[in-house]
């Protein structure tokens, strides 16, 4: 297939906001994999900060970041990704230039636990008043599973209606495949 999938289109779109020596954020850690393709694209000068509520995230992410040794490019927060605003340093907020949310359940662990409407609608709104202008966020949205239908509706809801002046936003999607496979709402701070 030619086409992008739809994990591959992310990175690829992480890529073309994200450079050497910016700041990037991994709202949902899991088992850390978007961590550390972030950690790889701000390089040594950059900085890359990571939320979960999971503690088993925090331990998974960290294994990882210590095999690739990159531990020092990176901040992990064991909370919400609602608290975003307030738990980056001010003087790395208008430096972000891309962050990644894969909504749903941790791989593998609770599945019980998963991203929801509000905490994550409220962190992309306080990313878009953080973000650098042309900062990209990138949401992979998992809707096979109730909840994750649930927040796929308001979540579309929700983007459908910010201001094109204030933001550019973008659906990718593979709209013949079976079982609910997942797609993209990319938002490009204008
Ligand atoms: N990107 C991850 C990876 O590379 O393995 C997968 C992330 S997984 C699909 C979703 C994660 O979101 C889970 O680890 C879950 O604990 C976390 N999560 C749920 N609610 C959250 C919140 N409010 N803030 C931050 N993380 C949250």
């Given at each position: 297939m030619k086409l992008d999938g739809v994990l591959p289109f992310a990175r690829l779109l992480l890529e073309k906001a994200v450079d050497q020596g910016d700041i990037a954020v991994d709202a949902t850690l899991g088992n850390g994999h978007d961590t550390v393709f972030l950690a790889k694209l701000v390089g040594e000068s950059g900085r890359v900060f990571g939320f979960d509520i999971q503690e088993e995230a925090i331990v998974n992410t960290k294994k990882r970041m210590a095999e690739q040794q990159i531990s020092d490019r990176v901040t992990l927060f064991h909370k919400g990704h609602e608290y975003i605003s307030a738990s980056i340093?001010?003087?790395?907020?208008?430096?972000?230039?891309?962050?990644?949310?894969?909504?749903?359940?941790?791989?593998?662990?609770?599945?019980s636990i998963v991203t929801v409407p509000n905490t994550t609608i409220s962190a992309i709104e306080q990313l878009l008043e953080i973000m650098a202008p042309e900062g990209i966020i990138v949401l992979v949205v998992?809707?096979?599973?109730?909840?994750?239908?649930?927040?796929?509706?308001?979540?579309?809801?929700?983007?459908?209606?910010?201001?094109?002046?204030?933001?550019?936003v973008l659906q990718y999607q593979f709209i013949n495949q079976k079982n609910n496979p997942p797609f993209i709402v990319a938002i490009e701070k204008r």
């Open positions: 340093p001010v003087e790395c907020q208008g430096k972000i230039k891309g962050a990644i949310f894969n909504l749903g359940y941790l791989p593998g662990g609770d599945k998992y809707h096979g599973h109730d909840e994750g239908a649930l927040e796929r509706d308001a979540l579309l809801q929700y983007v459908k209606q910010l201001d094109q002046k204030i933001a550019h």
